[in-house]
């Protein structure tokens, strides 16, 4: 029986959101997967239907962002971003404006990418704005929210980012000694955390779920 539910993905062209993009294509879960972004993606698939937006206008869009479930894989870096307040604007703006226009149209799931250590009270920037995000999406009225907070992620990237792949090569050359309590720090590849997000949906649960990276480490 072919199912009739509909996904959205914003940032599916970010290294977490183009692995999500290709399960959710290839999910019999799914016969519509509608990808929010702004640019058009080199993907061409029956399923898909892309709208191309202005996150700072994504209201203008809100007729077209109906949907079952939603995963927000939207983020980015300080460096990238050009700015904190930038940076605040992709990871708690446009993602808290995202589910708030996707609650609004009756969507079961919200499913998020944060980041370990995200902590609304954190004396480090970028955890306290994660944290925030994640208490905002919280309240949201979502059957279930699903927040997953992965370590340094590995993965191929659009855009090099020196920092991130010399951390990712010694972690990959160290891995054996992130277990016990340093587990939830060993480096997890994108497509596990995709793999973990589309697994969390197909339970159609309910309540807050909090998915720790060393949980995910289990679709790898």
Do not use: W
């Amino acid at each position: 029986m072919v199912s009739a539910k509909a996904a959205l993905i914003a940032g599916a062209s970010g290294l977490v959101g183009s692995h999500c993009l290709q399960l959710l294509l290839q999910s019999p879960r799914y016969n519509k997967v509608i990808s929010v972004g702004r640019k058009r993606l080199a993907v061409d698939h029956p399923k898909l239907q892309q709208i191309i937006v202005d996150f700072d206008q994504l209201e203008k869009h809100r007729h077209s962002l109906i949907a079952d479930d939603v995963y927000c894989c939207l983020g980015t870096t300080i460096k990238k971003a050009g700015s904190k307040d930038k940076f605040r604007q992709v990871d708690f703006t446009y993602v808290v404006n995202l589910a708030k226009i996707t609650s609004s149209h009756f969507a079961t799931q919200f499913l998020v990418v944060s980041a370990l250590g995200a902590d609304a009270r954190s004396r480090i920037f970028y955890n306290q704005v994660k944290g925030e995000m994640e208490e905002a999406v919280k309240k949201m009225p979502f059957t279930a929210v699903h927040i997953f907070q992965p370590s340094l992620l590995l993965g191929e990237r659009q855009e090099e980012r020196f920092g991130e792949k010399a951390a990712a090569t010694l972690m990959k050359g160290a891995g054996f000694l992130f277990n016990g309590p340093l587990r939830k720090y060993k480096a997890i590849h994108a497509k596990t955390v995709a793999k973990a997000m589309l697994e969390a949906a197909k339970q159609d649960g309910g309540g807050v779920l909090v998915h720790p990276s060393e949980q995910m480490q289990q679709y790898a």
